[in-house]
Nanobody, 126 residues
Framework: QVQLVESGGGLVQAGGSLRLSCAAS????????MGWFRQAPGKEREFVAA????????NYGDSVKGRFTISRDNAKNMVFLQMNNLTPEDTAVYYC???????????????????WGQGTQVTVSS
């Protein structure tokens, strides 16, 4: 059974940093794209970042480019999201997602695949 478990969320002041982690189990993820999406209250789910299975390529949503960095450790089946210079607009539940669809360009994806974590809350105070 595939399972994704996020951690690292919390409350931080504007301008601060957080590092999210997602641990995957129950499947072979080394050939899957891994990424993050977020959903704020009253808003649609938003693509944040994705990393190719090789770790070589990354893709970011426009609102986080230059501030967030995604990385992965295939040996540990984990993906990370380093979030710097956070603003209150980054407040949301952040979800880990994995699957075969790495977003190479064009419109932001709705998902990378069928596997989702339960989410971790990130709250940025002004």
């Amino acid at each position: 059974q595939v399972q994704l478990v996020e951690s690292g969320g919390g409350l931080v002041q504007a301008g601060g940093s957080l590092r999210l982690s997602c641990a995957a189990s129950g499947g072979i993820f080394s050939r899957y794209a891994m990424g993050w999406f977020r959903q704020a209250p009253g808003k649609e789910r938003e693509f944040v970042a994705a990393v190719h299975w090789s770790g070589t390529f990354t893709n970011y949503g426009d609102s986080v480019k230059g501030r967030f960095t995604i990385s992965r450790d295939n040996a540990k089946n984990m993906v990370f999201l380093q979030m710097n210079n956070l603003t209150p607009e980054d407040t949301a539940v952040y979800y880990c997602n994995t699957g075969p669809r790495y977003p190479g360009g064009g419109l932001p994806p709705d998902s990378l695949g069928d596997y989702w974590g339960q989410g971790t809350q990130v709250t940025v105070s002004s």
